[in-house]
């Protein structure tokens, strides 16, 4: 099956997420019917996130997630929820979303410190 979405982040990890994946789980079974109009929102995050951490519910080595964080002022949703959020499942070096959410903040369902700040860019 193709990927809906592929693209690499900032540190060089393939991320992909298929049409499956995309309208079935992120869209109807999480009921995050708002992203539907976002792909871009999503892209856009992966591409260039503010903040990376990783999830909360992340059980290294089984499952390692992290948490790509932004705010795009062209999601449909900004005015009132600033932050695109992507939760992504990394394994050998490439990653799977998971899910994707409008949020007011970029730490929510997070934990530790970021591991990628794009403030602390060289």
């Known amino acids: ?55 909360h519910d992340s059980d290294p080595p089984l499952d390692y997630r992290e948490v790509y964080s932004k705010e795009v002022k062209s999601a449909t949703y900004h005015s009132k929820i600033p932050y695109t959020k992507v939760v992504v499942s990394i394994v050998g070096g490439s990653g799977e979303v998971i899910t994707a959410y409008p949020a007011n903040n970029p730490w929510g369902g997070t934990k530790g410190e970021a591991i990628y700040r794009a403030d602390n860019e060289d």
């Open 1 to 55: 099956m193709s990927d809906f979405i592929e693209v690499k982040d900032k540190r060089g990890v393939r991320i992909f997420c298929t049409k499956t994946q995309w309208e079935q789980h992120i869209v109807f079974e999480s009921g995050h019917t708002i992203m539907r109009n976002n792909v871009s929102a999503v892209i856009e995050t992966l591409q260039d996130p503010e903040y990376i951490y990783e999830s």
